[in-house]
């Protein structure tokens, strides 16, 4: 367990900052997806997010909406976060410090990334959602 008071606490909004949030502890795993959902909510050819436990995300303030778990700015609709599974994840990018000290340990659907970009060095491949049945070769793909 975690010490609270050791425990980093990162904090976020959307583009317009009328909805803010946090997210505290380490995140249980930090990815890049290709896959198209990804591509068109974020207008980015990947999306590059960490995944935290769901109660370690906290919405501050503001008005949210949702649309397929993307929870999004009403006033903005810039992303704040997917909620779903016990789990919360948050785009990087919409995090407040930059650079942050995340950086990602796998991809994801790897068959739509660009042919222009590279994999990411060290990161473990998928070329569709990682599995329930795959940790033993996700942990392997990270040696």
């Known amino acids: 367990m975690q010490d609270p008071v050791a425990m980093?606490?990162?904090s976020g909004?959307?583009?317009?900052?009328?909805?803010?949030?946090?997210?505290?502890?380490e995140p249980?795993?930090?990815?890049?997806?290709?896959?198209?959902?990804?591509r068109k909510s974020?207008?980015?050819?990947?999306?590059?997010y960490a995944v935290w436990p769901i109660e370690a995300f906290e919405q501050e303030t503001g008005y949210t909406s949702t649309y397929a778990n993307r929870t999004f700015c009403t006033t903005c609709g810039g992303?704040?976060?997917?909620?779903?599974?016990?789990?919360?994840?948050v785009?990087?990018?919409?995090?407040?410090?930059?650079?942050?000290?995340?950086?990602?340990?796998?991809?994801l659907w790897v068959k739509r990334r660009e042919h222009w970009l590279g994999p990411l060095p060290g990161a473990a491949q998928f070329d569709q959602d990682r599995h329930?049945?795959?940790?033993?070769?996700?942990?392997?793909?990270?040696k």
């Not at 329930?132 to 990270?142: G, H, I, S």
Request: with cysteine.
């Open 8 to 10: 980093p606490i990162r």
């Open 79 to 89: 992303r704040v976060a997917w909620l779903s599974d016990g789990e919360a994840e």
């Open 13 to 25: 909004s959307c583009l317009c900052r009328g909805v803010t949030f946090r997210v505290s502890g």
């Open 28 to 38: 249980l795993r930090v990815g890049i997806c290709h896959c198209t959902d990804c």
């Open 91 to 107: 785009t990087i990018g919409s995090l407040d410090e930059v650079p942050t000290d995340l950086v990602p340990d796998y991809e």
């Open 132 to 142: 329930e049945t795959e940790p033993a070769a996700y942990a392997v793909a990270l």
């Open 42 to 48: 974020s207008g980015a050819p990947f999306a590059a």
